[in-house]
């Protein structure tokens, strides 16, 4: 069992920043895949960014160039650094840690095995 736990959610003004964090804790590895996901009520959870192997970073399309996903030092917690916020971005963040350890399907919420509670996000106008 691995526990997620999210932190940093908020209320910040369009432009702003914010920094998200995931624990992880529980029978972790190295060898686990983490990524952030973002649900809005009444849409599919969607993906937003994730750490591959030597972590290396996956992004998706809305948030390429403004949003980094890292950890430092390959530790425990893992964050979301969330800059030039947008009102669309506002929804509720979740952390997910997928125990396969490849690759693939890295946007898929399928893959993932264990999630976290979530952080609500607002990005006031």
């Known amino acids: 069992q691995v526990q997620l736990v999210e932190s940093g959610g908020g209320l910040v003004q369009t432009g702003g920043s914010l920094r998200l964090s995931c624990a992880a804790s529980g029978r972790t590895s190295s060898n686990y895949r983490l990524a952030w996901f973002r649900q809005a009520p009444g849409k599919d959870r969607e993906f937003v960014a994730a750490?591959?192997?030597?972590?290396?970073?996956y992004y998706a399309d809305s948030v390429k160039g403004r949003f980094t996903i890292y950890r430092e030092k390959a530790k425990n917690p893992v964050y979301l650094r969330m800059n030039s916020l947008k009102t669309e971005d506002t929804t509720v963040y979740y952390c997910?840690?997928?125990?396969?350890?490849?690759?693939?399907?890295?946007?898929?919420?399928?893959?993932?095995?264990?999630w976290g509670q979530g952080t609500q996000v607002t990005v006031s106008s």
């Open positions: 997910a840690v997928d125990v396969s350890g490849n690759l693939w399907n890295l946007r898929s919420q399928a893959k993932y095995d264990y």
């Open positions: 750490l591959g192997w030597s972590d290396s970073t």
